[in-house]
């Protein structure tokens, strides 16, 4: 339905184009995607994601424009989503929809085809809620379209949707899936696959057209004359904001001036230079000194975003107030015990642009982002996830709150970079390249606990910015590597110097972001793994099969292969084989022996 | 809480348990673990798990009582609850509570601790809503406790709450958090971290005691034997239903005797002898295969479940009707478009017991269910996820569909097995090893496309079953070891005789159980993949970077790092890298230079 219009409306797919649906390198693949296909906006496919998006997108203009625009609302725009049944069965819709609700987000539209129908069956076995009363539930206005072909009512019911009333809006259409065909018609098949010829040409018959009309009867100049008129009324309503906006600009200009360097600009990393990173051997938890760049960067306005109910512990709170109706320049989110719906909004802000959004809970829980975060990675947004509490030394908590598979699993998702710095010299070194490399989304995985400040010579920030580089280096040559990244690092060193003390040469290679180093050049990656150093052991509080890749078949890997328990994190770690005695038993292993293949 | 109910109504805990409540190895974890402290039900801590999980066991509760007890509801026992804000604000409930309503699950008391504070803030910000509303809307009964002190109402109202009137009940307890702290009651602080002892003293004086008052003063033997007079109770309760299960055996003995049958036996796995898994080169996709197996093993009982909207095209539609309030004996459960409260329910129907529950959708969204699916390998349950389209071969649908890190991210789940098989005898024999396995869930992962059956001898099945083993071998020894799961099985089979006319000797190892085959014993392993056999090659059309475990650093790794396209399924896989010249290139490589470690 969308490359129709958007062929219909001369948004530049051709007749050919549609024809070619689905087919490699078309500009119609099988679900939309963005940057792919002009007019586009989202990709989207799972379910329930562009309900969620939608709010950030809604978010995003309203906070726009309460920032550099107060006074004249024309960019406060409406944001129009198309739901399907299926879209609001799904959990992530309903956390969105809550939070729209206690937001007031009256700039959203949440048009929901109502046709009763999805692949398996109707919905009266499985959906037979009062839809209408649950959102009227969340503080949504709902309005109705009794009959999607009356063009009439749905443009008064749309113009009336488009009000401001303090309340987002759904409005729901009751439509009938496959309609006119009658054999289709109002049942699941209707969903996929084709209606055949036959029925095809019963459809056309029963439009008014032959049925084996040709394609040049049903679009021709005329029908096209007609639709892409759209276009025209869409450069005049342009022209009209352009206007108001002309005279917004000449009337505010210190406001203009800063929307205009706050769209074009970049996001300033000069803050970073100021935070203060402790010596050598100071305990600072990761999550603490990110907490200080939050700050920092708060004044660029680019940086936005907030936690889902877990700000004090993740350490992203900033001063101020939280968005919201009442406030919507306030400067961070609460986003409700909703990490799901967290993500898909942060996804919807940085489609709306040009905020790198980030939002927060603790790693553990990045299992309930996982489709947005997927999401946002095919689409290349720049989102900011704040993971804290990165390891089983969460302690007490437990094993449902202590990561042992999310470092590894997260490094899975094509085009998501995962960054695990050790100290607090690595935190702000990262965060320079996170801030200069606005396509990429980043999960930044951060120590509950205390981790030494390590020693950091002028390399060690470039060398962090390289995804891996080393941190520590025998005087006396190198027998060995040692692999680590995040919390583990000051184990390696630790376990390094130990090693000399027995003779044994090492070198500890902090391993910020993997995929960082796959992407360094060969020289690079091979001065800090030589290919002749293959006495190799990595080193990571989480699962490690994986890390065979780095370590080598020479090599050993020190990790933790089940779950964690509850007490407290350094007994934890121990009893999850995370302690010197196992790297330096390693070590000596890879360095006697070997490690053979398994 | 629950500890102190349990030590309170002497479930076991002792005082000592509870003052060693978080610390390593004590029976007070810090979230509640099942099958490790009696009385815990359910392992909770991430929340809304537990509503969803609540809302399996009642269909369990009800469709045992449906199947085995028809005419009397000795069974049909009640599931009890507790949620509090940060529950109802996840989306798994909200999916969960919409199909509980949908299903009219009468034996169902959830109970909301309406205390209107989460960890950050009180809740009026992010969580307005009107949540008796939504719920009504959702098809369930509201209740209201507007004190919580008020033990007279508490009674009532739960007694209340389970009686059977058609509808799921919500009973919203108004409470205040820390109450009566003076200091801390009502606020955010009173989540966690102690009150500290001035303020312990001032709420000791408010409940009459002195503000320095002992232990001793506050639990004695007078108390417990108030609060232990609940056992007695209990066990009175317990025989009076222990009289009617036996009058209800004596009058209906065949029944009786197939409940009790159904409750001690196991899952009879001798249909599965009788699936037909074609003849070698037959087109057969492995989701087909498995659609024929779960129909087979519809009979035993013991395997109930469904699909998250997705049935028919993951092959597992059997004959019958959907549970529902009208059918609860339903052969097939439709969890609507709601992966993740699927992947949660089944989790409860487990607890429950003694099923197999089994639920579907595609390998892509098994990213929905991660928390879900987490906790089920947490709590040792053996559920059976079964995921069709498993690679970039979906095809037309597109990188939205396609998967490509699921299979080695859901490996990263410790105690999960993934199996992928790689045609129809793999497939029937892996499930003789779940049938066996009942405290392992499982993720089984399945071809959209077609497969060809394979050669097979007689110890295919079992080697199926050892997790890998050699499913192709050259007849003129063994330079190289091609490894490969799924759908490559077939792909490196086809590489392995044209290196055979190359001169090349290789065996093909088909790995469909990663987890199983790293448990099997060493000489197994050994004489499956020799040390000595440096040159492998690993084939998966998912990302790789664990597969270097397997193929070590002399081997290379032929996987798909990147999202797929849109096209057809033969074109991507190519595209993508998936195809006989780059297992050729691969294996040629390895032979003549071996790969260097990165």
């Known amino acids: 339905m969308l ?5 219909f409306t001369g948004y530049g797919l051709t007749l050919e184009d549609l024809a070619a649906s689905r087919s490699l390198k078309s500009k119609t693949p099988g679900h939309p995607e963005v940057h792919h296909t002009v007019g586009v906006e989202m990709s989207t496919g799972p379910l329930g994601q562009g309900v969620a998006s939608a709010v950030g997108m809604a978010m995003a203009a309203r906070h726009e424009a309460a920032l550099f625009a107060a006074g004249s609302d024309h960019l406060d725009h409406t944001v129009w989503a198309l739901a399907g049944d299926g879209c609001l069965q799904e959990g992530v819709s309903s956390e969105a929809s809550s939070l729209a609700g206690s937001l007031g987000l009256d700039n959203l539209v949440l048009i929901w085809d109502d046709n009763g129908i ?16 649950r959102y009227r539930a969340y503080g949504w206005r709902v309005l109705e379209i009794d009959d999607a072909t009356d063009l009439a009512a749905i443009e008064a019911v749309l113009r009336a949707a488009a009000e401001r009333t303090g309340q ?11 309609a006119p065909s009658a054999k289709f018609g109002g049942t699941p098949a209707a969903h996929s696959g084709g209606f055949g010829k036959e029925e095809v040409g019963a459809v056309l018959e029963s439009l ?9 009867e049903l679009v021709n100049d005329e029908i096209l004359a007609h639709t892409r008129a759209a276009s025209e009324r869409g450069a005049a309503l342009h022209a009209d904001w352009q206007r108001e906006h002309s005279a917004w600009e000449a009337e505010q200009p210190e406001a203009a001036a800063r929307w205009n360097a706050f769209r074009d600009g970049a996001t300033d990393p000069s803050p970073l230079e100021a935070i203060a990173t402790g010596s050598p051997g100071d305990p600072v938890a990761t999550r603490k000194t990110n907490g200080a760049v939050i700050k920092a960067l708060q004044e660029s306005l680019r940086l936005w975003g907030g936690s889902a109910d877990l700000s004090g512990s993740t350490n992203v709170a900033v001063d101020g107030k939280p968005f919201s109706a009442g406030d919507p320049g306030g400067e961070f989110i609460r986003f409700g015990i909703r990490e799901h719906a967290m993500a898909a909004i942060l996804s919807g802000i940085a489609l709306h642009g040009p905020w790198r959004p980030f939002g927060s809970t603790y790693l553990v829980f990045s299992d309930y982002m996982r489709p947005s975060i997927r999401l946002a990675a095919l689409m290349g947004l720049g989102v900011i996830y704040v993971f804290t509490h990165d390891s089983v030394a969460v302690g007490e908590d437990g ?31 990262v965060w320079q390249r996170i801030l200069a490399s606005p396509q990429r989304p980043v999960a930044l995985l951060l120590s509950r606990q205390d981790v030494p400040v390590l020693e950091s010579d002028g390399d060690t920030a470039d ?3 390289a995804g891996g580089f080393v941190r520590w280096q025998s005087g006396v040559g190198t027998d060995l590597a040692l692999i680590a990244t995040g919390s583990e690092v000051s184990l390696a060193i630790e376990a390094a110097q130990a090693l000399e003390a027995e003779g044994i040469a090492a070198r500890v290679v902090s391993m910020p972001c993997v995929e960082w180093f796959s992407e360094a050049d ?8 030589p290919p002749s150093l293959t006495a190799r052991v990595a080193i990571e509080a989480g699962r490690g099969d994986a890390w065979y890749r780095w370590a080598g078949s020479s090599g050993e890997v020190v990790s933790i292969e089940e779950f964690g328990e509850s007490g407290s ?11 010197l005695d196992a790297v330096l038993d390693a070590a000596r292993r890879v360095l006697r022996t070997g490690h053979p293949v398994p």
Chains 1, 2 share one sequence.
């Open 522 to 529: 060969r020289d690079y990656r091979e001065s800090v793994l």
């Open 208 to 216: 008014g057209y032959s049925p084996t009309a040709e394609l040049s």
């Open 463 to 465: 060398g962090a910015r």
């Open 399 to 429: 094993p449902t709150h202590q990561p042992v598979e999310q470092i590894a699993s997260l490094r899975t998702v094509p085009g998501l970079d995962v960054v695990r710095p050790a100290d607090a010299v690595e935190v702000t070194a």
């Open 168 to 178: 987002p809006t759904l409005v729901a259409v009751k439509t009938v899936i496959g």
């Open 3 to 7: 490359y129709l219009q958007l062929y």
């Open 569 to 579: 994190g350094a007994e934890v770690m121990r009893l999850r084989g995370i302690h």
């Open 118 to 133: 999805t692949i398996d069956a109707d919905t009266s076995g499985t959906f037979s809620e009062d839809v209408r009363a």
